[in-house]
């Protein structure tokens, strides 16, 4: 294996060869074959520290293409790895071989069989996926990892995953039956139980093998095979010994498939898995235990684990302030926390009968008094308030990783595991040897078990991979000094790799490697994991070197509150030395992304779009965020964020926003394509459709005049058809229709009020939907306000500057803010709202103002600035909305909420309003973006990807809905999508108000 740069600087010695092998895959293989730079780039990484570049990608339709692929590259003699999500820990799932991408098409349920309960999947089927599937039958797949609504089963199997509820259900190789799998040779076999397997054939022969190197170092195995419950390490070639099984394995005989279960892809290529399935508990209950010190967390954990829960999950005190810092988890956190804690326990307890539950819980109570800490638990036996913390839970991770700046946790001893009766002791050891580095570590995870996700912070590419040495050394002494296990969930890698013969033994060692001679002889199955690793601290394979360097360039915006520095001790960030490049700001940004996946997801929240409809790592925010990381750092030409690489990869980015509140490390992928956007126009000029859309707010005034040419071109089909091929627009949608000037038609303040708001009445609804400025104007003043619009007699409107920023016009977007900014300033510091109807503008003011560089004036407009919506529910709160409503004449309203609403947690004002309306229920579409997202679903190059986005969920509602439901939506863009795809009209909340107005 190389490293990503010296393969670059290599590649030409091979382009011949591997020209040839890519053209042979691209002719019999129906699925995709990437072997370009970026691809590949987006593959030389997991979510661990490591990155190496791939030969290419292959993503396989079916098991045809599949098996077809492992021929081709078997002829070529080229190394293989198996992959699914990409979301390993330890660099299992990168290096120099052809990747082969389960994820997007081998994700099939194959068999089922609900009184056995069992099921048969495919290895790229996705965890939660499989329990949503599961579910009506009452059953699930209990090996409940954090990374569930991405992590794919055949990854699991790779790592031998465990989760949070491994105390209760065991880990991944205690709920697998069997393995369908292709060897290295060619030759596929089924893999389960070893009494079972055929008297002949490749699988009998290479289970009486395995036998016997087993048997040849049995001894070994009994004594350097840690006893604890979590260990994930080397092979499991202690499968034969069945006389003292685990409590979680009731089958309690040798079964072959076990060794594959872990193996991260060495030995074979998984088809198919045949896993064992659980009853689905009917309730669940939920304790969180807060503590004054993160030792007595520790110390109480061996207690907590008698009453017999199903998890005990740590959450310290690093974790819980940074999930205090973002918007989406803050209000979830806070109701868990009593006072100040540094740490707290999430004791879950489940089953059938949820009285026998609330007694558990009730004893969870009388424990912690017990132990000297009365009034310590916060209970939680409501499903809602459960599935919301364990959400945050779940993005553990990704909340550690939030941290801005260089220095970052490092995953490498985050997975030892220690019996519970040392587990105080051994953090309390572990973090003296971080004080002695002159660091912190971050903890969370799974108590239960004596497993702790600990991370000490360190900055690679200044003196982090020495510490990470010493660290893992004095760390591995702590482990066999209490007879722990040093991989303890999240596999070798490589990572642990290199530490495989220190836990197990040399013999033992060799046992290992004999077994990969068994069943790979060639060395082609993910070389370089498990045996024949390199070091952990081999700077050839970091993602970011000491020698890590980003090219200059000057961004547009302002960067510079992600250029900083953090003491590791402390947590107290600092500007950049003298010496930084300021500039660095938005590689910093981009390098927030630490490839954990978590965008992959797509059956709730808002992202990513793009990538629920192509299911294609080009179109994933983390893809995306790769493709940027590589460009900065000049691993992809030279082009910078002017070139075809950034332009492909942010191709189909809505702009959505859902990234930016749904990734936990806040990754804004709309503000990067602005910033390249912005690049590329510089570089290369602004197209004539791109120019139309940025200076829409210029030429709309003129447009309204001319409305009724503009609809006789509509309905003229030859001349409008030809109008919309030389634009690059699509033949399947209309043009917009202006309907006059309200602003130049009502630019005065109302004549009275008692209180004062500006109404920021945005380009789309001045000129294109002026019956909602009405309406808000209507509403406004009949709740007794004096209303301020944004427009002085004699200029022209005032404008957020979107349409410019989406267009890569940033300087005069930047001119629209300053002068909007300029105007509202005097109504700011008197105190007064600034309300806005049209999402995308008003929230443009407390985002993309505040990195114009406009200092603290920008920072007083975005705290005054509030949606419609929101200003009402603040003024009702406030007991300043004395509006008297009526029925509207519906009995239902269903709501689509815009991407950017979502992002900024500003829906639930818009269900809070409806839910004034008498007799009028509220039912909030799950929807992602609707695929209009401004221009997007006007291209012509977009257009079916625009409605493909539309039909995931948006459109078959809206048909759904019956006649005496009004759909409700406040974006221009959301209503027009609506109206293209189904031919309903939907309104904004305005419209409803005034119609409800008594």
């Known amino acids: 294996m190389t490293s990503l740069n010296e393969n670059a600087r290599s590649r030409d010695a091979r382009v011949q060869p591997v020209s040839e092998l890519a053209a042979r895959l691209a002719r019999e293989v129906q699925g995709e074959v990437l072997f370009d730079h970026a691809s590949r780039g987006r593959y030389s990484t997991d979510a661990s520290i490591y990155q190496a570049m791939p030969i290419g990608v292959v993503v396989p339709r079916d098991q045809h293409d599949l098996r077809r692929a492992l021929d081709i590259a078997r002829d ?27 994820s997007r098409w081998l994700n099939r349920i194959v068999e089922f069989d609900p009184e056995a309960r069992t099921v048969v999947v495919e290895p790229g089927i996705v965890l939660d996926h499989l329990n949503a599937w599961l579910k009506p039958h009452g059953l699930w797949y209990p090996v ?3 990374t569930s609504a991405q992590c794919t089963l055949g990854g699991m199997a790779g790592n031998n995953s465990c989760g949070s509820r491994s105390i209760r259900y065991g880990n991944m190789v205690h709920n697998v039956l069997g393995l369908d799998a292709i060897l290295a040779d060619g030759s596929e076999g089924h893999f389960g139980f070893v009494d079972r397997l055929p008297d002949t054939g490749r699988v009998r022969e290479l289970a009486d093998r395995v036998r016997a190197v087993a048997d040849g170092v049995a001894e070994e195995i009994r004594g350097h095979f840690p006893r604890v419950l979590r260990r994930v390490g080397g092979y499991n070639l202690d499968l034969f010994d069945c006389q003292n099984p685990m409590p979680y394995d009731p089958d309690a005989r040798p079964n072959l498939a076990h060794l594959l279960v872990g ?7 998984t088809q198919r898995l045949t896993l064992r399935l659980s009853p689905l508990p009917e309730h669940k209950v939920l304790g969180v235990v807060n503590f004054p010190t993160f030792y007595q967390a520790m110390d109480v954990t061996q207690h907590i684990v008698t009453l017999d829960p199903t998890a005990v999950e740590l959450v310290d005190r690093t974790m819980i302030e940074l999930s205090l810092e973002n918007p989406a988890f803050r209000p979830v956190i806070e109701k868990a926390l009593i006072g100040r804690p540094q740490a707290v326990l999430l004791v879950e307890f489940a089953g059938q009968e949820r009285e026998a539950l609330l007694a558990s819980l009730a004893r969870l109570n009388e424990l912690m008094a017990d132990l000297g800490l009365p009034g310590s638990v916060v209970d939680m036996p409501e499903p809602a308030e459960q599935k919301a913390l364990w959400n945050v839970r779940k993005a553990g991770l990704n909340i550690m990783m939030s941290m801005k700046g260089d220095a970052k946790p490092v995953s490498f001893i985050e997975d030892c595991a220690v019996p519970l009766e040392h587990l105080a002791e051994y953090t309390d050891k572990l973090t003296e040897v971080f004080h002695r580095h002159g660091t912190e570590g971050t903890w969370y995870a799974h ?21 990470m040495r010493e660290i893992a050394e004095q760390a591995s002494a702590l482990v066999r000094e209490y007879k722990g296990a040093y991989s303890g969930e999240h596999g070798d890698g490589l990572c642990r790799g290199e530490w495989v013969a220190w836990q197990f033994g040399s013999a033992v060692n060799d046992a290992f490697k004999e077994v990969k001679r068994l069943f790979d002889p060639n060395n082609r199955l993910n070389p370089g994991k498990i ?15 000491r020698h890590y360097q980003r090219i200059p360039l000057t961004p547009a915006f302002d960067w510079s509150a992600w250029n900083v520095r953090r003491d590791p001790r402390s947590g107290e960030l600092s500007a950049p030395g003298s010496g930084d490049d300021l500039t660095h700001g938005l590689a910093m940004a981009v390098e927030m992304c630490n490839n954990n996946g978590h965008c992959r997801k797509f059956d709730a929240g808002t992202m990513c779009p793009s990538y629920r409809v192509t299911r294609a790592e080009q179109h994933l925010t983390r893809g995306r965020a790769n493709t940027l990381r590589l460009v900065l750092s000049g691993q992809l030409g030279d082009e910078g964020l002017a070139g075809d690489a950034v332009k492909e990869a942010l191709d189909l980015c809505v702009s959505c926003k859902g990234c930016r509140r749904d990734c936990p490390t806040g990754v804004d992928m709309a503000k990067f394509k602005i910033e390249a956007r912005a690049a590329r126009v510089r570089a290369r000029g602004l197209a004539l459709r791109d120019r139309l859309v940025g200076e829409l707010p210029r030429y709309a005034p003129w447009a309204s005049r001319l409305s009724g040419l503009l609809g006789a071109v509509q309905r003229l089909p030859v001349v409008s058809r030809r109008v919309k091929r030389a634009l690059g627009l699509a033949e399947q949608r209309d043009f917009p229709r202006f309907r006059g000037n309200f602003l130049a038609e009502a630019h005065a303040p109302s004549a009275q009020g008692s209180r004062e708001v500006v109404l920021f009445v945005d380009t789309f609804n001045n000129y294109m939907e002026n019956d909602i400025a009405r309406a808000a104007r209507r509403v406004l003043e009949a709740a007794g306000y004096r209303v301020h619009l944004n427009v002085t007699p004699g200029e022209r409107p005032l404008c957020c500057g979107r349409t410019y920023l989406s267009s890569g016009q940033f300087d005069k977007a930047r001119a629209e803010a300053r002068r909007a900014l300029d105007h509202l300033l005097p109504y700011v510091e008197r105190g007064v709202p600034i309300v806005g109807l049209e999402p995308s503008c008003l929230l443009s003011m407390r985002d993309e103002f505040l990195q114009y560089g406009f200092g603290e004036a920008a920072r007083g407009l975005a705290e005054s600035a509030l949606l419609f919506e929101e200003f009402l529910v603040r003024a009702r709160a406030a007991g300043e909305l004395p509006l008297a409503l009526k029925p509207v004449g519906h009995a239902r309203a269903l709501l689509h909420g815009h991407c950017h609403q979502k992002a900024f947690d500003a829906l639930r004002p818009v269900e809070t309003v409806l839910s004034w309306i008498p007799g009028l229920a509220v039912e909030t579409i799950d929807s992602s973006c609707c695929g209009m997202a401004g221009s997007f679903g006007y291209e ?8 493909q986005m539309a039909e995931l969920s948006l459109l078959p509602a809206v048909r759904a809905a019956g ?13 027009h999508q609506i109206h293209d795809g189904s031919g309903r009209r939907a309104v904004h909340v305005a419209l409803l108000l005034e119609q409800a107005l008594a």
Do not use: W
């Open 76 to 102: 070529a003699r080229v190394p293989v790895l198996a992959r699914g999500a990409g979301t390993s820990q330890c660099g299992q799932t990168v290096g120099e071989a052809v990747i082969l991408d389960a």
């Open 144 to 146: 409940d990892v954090s």
């Open 263 to 269: 193996s991260e892809g060495t030995l074979a290529v």
């Open 447 to 467: 108590a239960s078990v004596g497993t702790l996700h600990v991370r000490p912070i360190l900055d690679m590419r200044r003196g982090g991979a020495e510490k």
């Open 531 to 545: 045996v024949d690793t390199p070091r952990m601290d081999d700077e050839r394979y970091f993602r970011f070197p």
């Open 940 to 947: 012509a190059e977009h257009y079916g990807t625009s409605m």
């Open 963 to 975: 006649e005496d439901t009004v759909i409700v939506a406040d974006g221009t863009s959301c209503r």
